[in-house]
């Protein structure tokens, strides 16, 4: 099956205001698609804006062969995908890059996510009730309004707890300090040092640069493993055009840049560079 | 509807062209810093069909590049100031050239230095590597603070660069010309003067955008280089102007999408083409130019693709 692909557009529609959910049918996608990686997506039929988008994979239904987008209208492409109506075409490029690690174990598992930062996370979630493995979900939004996903996350069996910005619900705060107040609050959460008792086994994270920073120096701190999904400005999305870069720590104190587009978009937290 | 049999009789069009030594089955090549080492783009097309592969820029030391963004999208175009990173030309001969010697393909490899020195060392390295079919003299990159751009501005300085090519290699050399430059018929001559085998143009034009919100520039490098279908006139232009120039022949390049762009160059006097950007938004694009020319020479009665070459000129 090629990897270059025009998926009809099953349904366009917009969830809350700024964000749409696009589901295409395309079952060459769904057959191989994991958690984490997404499709470049040709928004228009002409040469501007010229090039693709990049958008992470939200969710697949193997069954019809169905592959979701959930996106925000942040410019002039987005804006354009945003007109799809059911029945139109739409030229994609994937699955592309490399996605979470999936759990192999009884581990214990933590997402945490900021605004559409929970897009790819959700079709990891998917993936994570489908093999019987409960998380720990921390979501951040700005407002009330703008939490996605919330109840359906529930729905596949994990918990849930919820971070705004303006305090609209529940949690009053950012969601990185909603996850800090839960490890030193739980019981079962170790202390720095907690060594043979650490249950929290791994974490994964998708959302703003600053939160997935301020994560990893958290995650670092209580010695829990962090995957992070980065988003960077992306030319081809299949590793020639080296636009998409991202400053990896080596093992000697340097740096080099690896592509978002291939070599991620998921890193370990340990190994980027935040700057 | 046409019958196999009907197919048969009728002969297909000669696409073969010869750059300056370098021998293509088809006059369709990639556009350096846009196809990798071509591994990238083998699961998009089959890497045997194209004319030529060109090759990402290569140094003698390994380069990090610059900071990003190094990407913006412009009208029709895109910004870019990647600064030449690559593993450095004994990885590249190590690991890229090994397995592009596994496709009946020429490879061309793109080359960029600090120093005239610089240019010396890796004309001569690789031309002992083997599976070299051509070296591209690149002196026209933007995004670099040494060398580049600053040899490729000055027509003395570009020969000086290309005769010290010529002197450290029996391959064929292309030299890939900056647009950014008062005459580019002046440079082309004089990089023909020093004995250059064939032209390369256009490299991207120098650029810029600024952030309206941070009220700063965008790129991590502050400049950059356009790219993409925006830049297709001023590229025909001056392939037109260098055709005129000098006698030697021409790889095209600058925006072009689809046949019909690529068709414009041929007749403006490219010998061949190179697809760049294309690559980005359609990893066919290659292929589709290539199968589009084909399909233009089939339907208008046109033999072969040489007699196309310049014919703009009347």
Redo the contacts between chains.
Sequence with gaps: M???TDAKVIQNKQVIPGYYRMDLAAPSVTERARPGQFLHV?CGST??????RPISINAVDRRTGEVSLLYRVAGRGTSLLAGHRSGDMVSI?GPLGRGFTIPEGNEKVIVVSGGIGIAPLYFFLQELAGLGIKATVFQGAATSQQVLLGNEIKELGHSVFIATDDGTRDFHGSVTTLFENYLQNSDFAPGPGAGENLIMNKSYACGPHGMLRKLSEITARWGIPCEVSLE???????????????KVKTGDGGS??HRVCVEGPVFQSGEVSWE | MISDSDNASISKPDLSVNVGGIRMKNPVTTAS????FGP??A??IDLNRLGAIVV?GTTLEPR??NP??????T????L?S?GL?NPGVEHFIDEALPYLAGFDVPVIVNISGDTLEDYAGLAARLSRAGGVAGLEVNISCPNVKKGGMQFGGDPAMAAEVTRAVKENSELPVVVKLSPNVTSIAAVAEKVAEAGADAISLINTLLGMSVDIKTRRPILGNTMGGLS???VRPVAVRMVWQVYQAVKLPIIGMGGI?TAADALEFILAGATAVAIG?A??????ATIDVLEGIEKYLSENGVGDIKELIGAAHG
């Design positions: 090629s990897l270059v040709r040469h501007d804006p010229l090039l693709r490029v960077e400005r992306m030319g081809c999305g299949v590793g020639a055009c080296l636009s998409c870069a991202c080099v840049y | 810093g846009t196809f990798g990238e783009y699961p998009y990402k990090a590049g990003t963004p190094r990407l913006v999208e009208p029709a175009g895109v870019n990647i990173q993409g279908p925006a999408a950007t690559n980005f938004v359609n990893p066919r």
